[in-house]
């Protein structure tokens, strides 16, 4: 089955504690992103990679990391975690930016 | 002014009306406009790319307006399957330094009563 999957769905962690969530596709997709979803700010996108070893700033980068070592993962990193990093996380990849985009199920996080 | 912005709404309207919303972008050069559903929470689904000489995909139609900078989104006969909230996504940035960030707007809620 075609898909996008984010690990973990859920996640309450605390300040300061390094955390990585995982996005894999298995649709061979070149184009990947992160975004983050807050209550009447819409979803706002954080990293996005064009392909591998090629990634780039979104909107709201600050406090995140990414990494594209292969096509088909694109892990999402905190390396210092902070309470307004809580929100609700998805992965999307798709063939290029003028294509459908498919999104993993969401990844909520709480830092404490 | 955001550079992707629609009426939050929220709409609510009736079984069967039509609802249309906009969405205005603030870059003349932006290329890629799509209109996603998202259900409650649940992760957004496209539901149509927007195409210059517009589309049309059963009871939806989709309109891009490049002069007025804005796309739009019409709904016939309304559905109460149809309640969700409506994102437009736009490619703000093509041709220039950050090429392929894409922008979602806030989103529109709307909700079909019976």
């Known amino acids: 089955e075609a898909q996008v999957t984010q690990n973990p769905r859920y996640l309450i962690t605390v300040t300061g504690k390094k955390l990585t969530v995982t996005c894999s596709q298995n649709?061979?997709?070149?184009?990947m992103s992160w975004y983050r979803q807050d209550p009447g700010l819409g979803l706002r996108q954080i990293y996005y990679?064009?392909?591998?070893?090629?990634?780039d700033k979104g909107d709201v980068p600050e406090g995140y990391k990414v990494s594209r070592k292969e096509k088909r993962n694109f892990p999402l990193i905190l390396e210092s975690p902070s309470p307004n990093q809580t929100s609700l996380y998805f992965c999307?990849?798709?063939?290029?930016?003028?294509?459908?985009?498919?999104f993993g199920p969401g990844t909520r996080l709480t830092v404490l | 002014r955001k550079e992707v912005e629609q009426d939050p709404g929220p709409f609510n309207v009736p079984e069967g009306a039509t609802v249309a919303f906009n969405c205005t972008y603030s870059?003349?050069?932006?290329?890629?406009f799509f209109w996603y559903r998202q259900d409650c929470r649940k992760e957004p689904k496209l539901l149509m790319s927007?195409?210059?000489s517009g589309n049309e995909d059963g009871r939806f139609t989709a309109q891009l307006n490049r002069a007025s900078q804005y796309i739009s989104l019409l709904i016939r006969d309304s559905k109460l399957s149809d309640s969700a909230t409506y994102l437009c996504?736009?490619?703000?940035?093509?041709?220039?330094?950050?090429?392929?960030?894409?922008?979602f707007g806030q989103g529109t809620i709307l909700t079909v009563h019976p």
């Open positions: 999307a990849s798709s063939f290029g930016l003028a294509n459908e985009q498919f």
């Open positions: 649709m061979n997709h070149e184009y």
């Open positions: 990679s064009m392909n591998v070893e090629v990634t």
């Open positions: 870059n003349s050069a932006s290329q890629s």
């Open positions: 927007v195409y210059s």
């Open positions: 996504v736009v490619n703000l940035n093509a041709g220039g330094t950050s090429y392929g960030k894409l922008t």
